[in-house]
């Protein structure tokens, strides 16, 4: 899924460059609050705190400091 987006922003990049420089920041814009959503499902889901961590590549401890407000534990 995330290669078919990279491909596609890659060749719209080529056709629409300021098209693709938008898309890119709505991206980055968003990719915070999906983040969250994924979190606070994965804790939900009775997810530890380390599996949480090592999916976004960090420690546990820097997972659980940057989402423990979003989570409901």
């Known amino acids: 899924m995330l290669a078919a987006l990279h491909n596609r ?3 719209l990049s080529q056709a629409q460059p300021v098209t ?3 898309a890119v920041a709505r991206l980055q814009d968003t990719a915070p609050a ?3 959503d994924a979190v606070r499902a994965a804790r939900q889901a ?3 705190w380390e599996a949480v961590g090592a999916a976004l590549g960090c ?3 820097s997972a659980h400091e940057r ?3 979003h989570a409901t534990d």
């Open 9 to 11: 922003i890659t060749e």
């Open 20 to 22: 693709a420089l938008c």
């Open 34 to 36: 999906l983040a969250v």
């Open 46 to 48: 009775m997810v530890t």
């Open 59 to 61: 420690s546990r401890q």
């Open 67 to 69: 989402f423990v407000r």
